[in-house]
């Protein structure tokens, strides 16, 4: 597994957070100041630099990050991932990062979900300015929707890697409608982001629970935990989020879990749970 980043630099924080800190025009303005530059066209580590260089300098974006994003690409470059699914999108940084990794490895699918149509298109744009479109699909609407016309359609029928960064309650429904569909198997790799900061106890607990556990918690669970979340994470997108809450998953998938502490681009500490799906418990 890859090592927890010891140190953060602070110089290279990106400026503070503030109350409003996503969807009023920053990440218009960001495209615009990558895609200013011709040089960067085709570059995808220019751009991620530039897209850091932004929230360092100018307003703050909720990337993944160089730390943590550098936990994800060890992944890909020791896991070889043929496709990549990605839960929440939102400027496009991950995408890049992780799609260009994935690539390089041999990948030949990246899947980016995300639910707002203006985020989607600013990743659009970025991804083809990156050089990135032979291997990227951009896929608008509720992750559990587009997860179910992917799989319906045929162009996705098993994940090797998934990176969750989305609506925090979706992460283990989302998790378990793939499980369901059978797009989870023995070598499939998750990564979580923000299970510290802002923190996702409900998905914590069932990628850590043994094939038993997740048994009986069937037996006695009726919806989908929306409470157990800290800060604003559960509520952020309530209004236009949607759960699956009729999918069980498969609670026979075995999963060995890690939490590799790191760091928010901020400086906050956070962390990214890798789970490796290693076989599946015979009933």
């Not at 949607?242 to 498969?250: D, H």
Request: hydrophobic letters at 35%; a negative charge; one cysteine or more.
């Amino acid at each position: 597994m890859p090592n927890m980043s010891s140190t953060f630099d602070p110089p290279k924080a990106y400026v503070p957070q503030g109350e409003v800190f996503f969807d009023d025009g920053r990440e218009e303005e960001l495209v615009q100041f990558v895609t200013s530059d011709p040089d960067r066209r085709g570059a995808p580590a220019a751009i991620v630099r530039a897209m850091d260089d932004f929230a360092r300098t100018q307003k703050y974006l909720m990337n993944v990050g160089e730390h943590k994003g550098k936990i994800v690409t060890q992944i890909i470059q020791r896991s070889r991932p043929r496709v990549v699914v990605e839960l929440g999108g939102y400027c496009g940084y991950s995408t890049i990062l992780f799609a260009d990794a994935a690539r390089a490895a041999g990948g030949e699918r990246y899947f980016c979900l995300e639910r707002s149509p203006k985020f989607a298109r600013n990743i659009e744009v970025l991804v083809e300015f990156a050089g990135l479109g032979d291997i990227v699909t951009v896929v608008v609407g509720p992750s559990h929707e587009s997860i179910q016309s992917l799989h319906r359609g045929g162009q996705l029928t098993r994940i090797d890697l998934m990176f969750l960064d989305h609506y925090k309650p979706a992460y283990t429904t989302d998790l378990k409608l793939c499980e369901s569909l059978g797009l989870i198997g023995k070598g499939t790799t998750l990564a979580a982001d923000n299970v510290i900061t802002p923190g996702n106890p409900p998905y914590l607990k069932y990628v850590r629970s043994s094939v038993q556990e997740k048994r009986m918690a069937l037996t006695q669970e009726r919806a989908p935990d929306t409470q157990n979340f800290p800060g604003r994470s559960a509520t952020q997108y309530g209004d236009v989020e949607s759960l699956s809450t009729e999918v069980q998953g498969n609670p026979n998938l075995v999963y060995s879990s890690q939490l590799i502490e790191s760091w928010e681009p901020s400086g906050v500490p956070d962390a990214v749970e890798v789970t490796v799906c290693t076989g599946e418990e015979a009933l």
